[in-house]
């Protein structure tokens, strides 16, 4: 969908919502709080169902599925869901562009779940190889991070490859029928190249992307919603840890929740650990550089602080 017409999309449910009375925390027709919560594939809503940290809930969850962080960053500045989870990048993309987002909790994991892969087959050896290439990550999102790292380090700008801003759906299918060169993609979308179409991992995220994953809310769900959103972030906090001791548990959980096979969903989950952690300076200090690196590149003009992009008042909630 073009972004206009997405972004007209999501104001318009942004006001259905509006319009039917949903702007509080008693959301529901019952009375009964509703927090209206986004998450990606395989993300926030797998790991807290399978977890069971959502028993005992005193408030009702309206999930929302998104194919990537971009429309559901774009969905919580609307207003439309309360909050979601994002990588570093895409949510300072979005911050930076102007929403009214805040990170409330953070996550960190290594950097090899990101990736950029090439075909088996492809005469592709290298970086710096790619000059003059089609490569395909989504606008803003963890993948054009990394992207514009690999670049630099091999002595290339922005424009000496022609990047393909796609959907991970849409850049699966051009990466397996060879309209793209390259992809720079996650989670277990690397664990559907390398496992279905035997994909190459040219380079990936470890030791250049700072590993942070945020919880982002919108500044009306912060203020009208703070007890919800404070339990809710307690009860992630603790699937978070529950996954990282039970990963073949959690596979099978997110095999049964998204429909991936059982070894794909098993790769993803042993190559994409996240554990919950407070919100401190040094978040604030990477959150600089992953934005100093898009405005570099023109990416990113706005000059919009970082700083304001981050609420500590939920640092508790990360505590076992």
């Given at each position: 969908?073009?972004?206009?017409?997405?972004?007209?999309?999501?104001?318009?449910?942004?006001?259905a919502?509006t319009?039917?009375g949903?702007?509080g925390?008693?959301?529901?027709?019952?009375?009964?709080?509703?927090?209206?919560?986004?998450?990606?594939?395989?993300?926030?809503?797998?790991i807290?169902?399978?977890?069971?940290?959502?028993?005992?809930t005193?408030?009702?969850?309206?999930?929302s599925?998104?194919?990537?962080?971009?429309?559901?960053?774009?969905?919580?500045?609307?207003?439309?869901?309360d909050?979601g989870?994002?990588?570093?990048?895409p949510?300072?993309y979005?911050?930076?562009?102007?929403?009214?987002?805040?990170?409330?909790?953070?996550?960190?994991?290594g950097?090899?779940?990101?990736?950029?892969?090439?075909?088996k087959d492809?005469?592709?050896?290298?970086?710096?190889?790619?000059r003059?290439?089609?490569?395909?990550?989504?606008?803003?999102?963890?993948?054009?991070?990394?992207?514009?790292?690999?670049?630099?380090?091999?002595?290339?700008?922005?424009g000496?490859v022609q990047?393909?801003f796609?959907?991970?759906?849409?850049?699966?299918?051009?990466?397996?029928?060879?309209?793209?060169?390259?992809?720079?993609?996650?989670?277990?979308?690397?664990?559907l190249?390398r496992?279905?179409?035997?994909a190459?991992?040219?380079?990936d995220?470890d030791?250049r992307?700072?590993?942070?994953g945020?919880?982002a809310?919108?500044?009306?769900?912060?203020?009208?919603?703070?007890?919800?959103?404070?339990?809710?972030?307690?009860?992630?906090?603790?699937?978070?840890?529950w996954?990282?001791?039970?990963p073949?548990?959690f596979?099978?959980?997110?095999?049964?929740?998204?429909?991936?096979?059982?070894?794909?969903?098993?790769?993803?989950?042993?190559?994409y650990?996240?554990?919950?952690?407070?919100?401190d300076?040094?978040?604030v200090?990477?959150?600089?550089?992953?934005?100093?690196?898009?405005?570099g590149?023109?990416?990113?003009?706005?000059?919009?602080?970082?700083a304001?992009?981050?609420?500590?008042?939920?640092?508790?909630?990360?505590?076992p």
């Open positions: 969908m073009h972004r206009r017409s997405f972004a007209i999309a999501i104001a318009a449910l942004a006001a919502f319009l039917n949903c702007g925390a008693h959301d529901g027709a019952d009375g009964q709080p509703v927090l209206k919560v986004g998450s990606q594939r395989g993300g926030t809503k797998a807290l169902i399978a977890s069971g940290a959502l028993e005992g005193p408030y009702r969850i309206e999930w599925e998104f194919p990537a962080a971009q429309p559901l960053l774009e969905a919580v500045g609307a207003g439309a869901v909050l989870e994002a990588g570093d990048a949510f300072l979005a911050y930076a562009s102007g929403a009214k987002i805040k990170a409330v909790q953070a996550g960190k994991s950097g090899s779940s990101t990736a950029l892969l090439v075909r492809s005469p592709i050896r290298a970086v710096a190889d790619l003059g290439k089609k490569v395909a990550t989504g606008r803003g999102s963890i993948g054009h991070y990394l992207l514009l790292r690999l670049l630099d380090e091999a002595g290339l700008k922005p000496d990047v393909v796609l959907s991970p759906g849409d850049a699966k299918a051009a990466f397996t029928s060879g309209a793209i060169d390259a992809w720079v993609t996650w989670g277990s979308y690397v664990a190249a496992l279905h179409d035997d190459t991992i040219l380079a995220g030791g992307l700072g590993g942070y945020f919880e809310a919108s500044e009306a769900a912060i203020a009208g919603k703070r007890p919800q959103v404070e339990d809710f972030l307690r009860r992630l906090a603790k699937a978070r840890r996954a990282g001791e039970h073949r548990e596979a099978a959980a997110l095999s049964k929740e998204t429909g991936l096979q059982p070894e794909v969903a098993l790769y993803t989950v042993q190559h650990r996240i554990a919950p952690a407070v919100i300076d040094q978040a200090i990477e959150a600089r550089a992953v934005l100093d690196r898009f405005r590149a023109g990416a990113v003009t706005s000059t919009r602080d970082p304001g992009a981050f609420d500590r008042s939920f640092n508790a909630a990360v505590a």
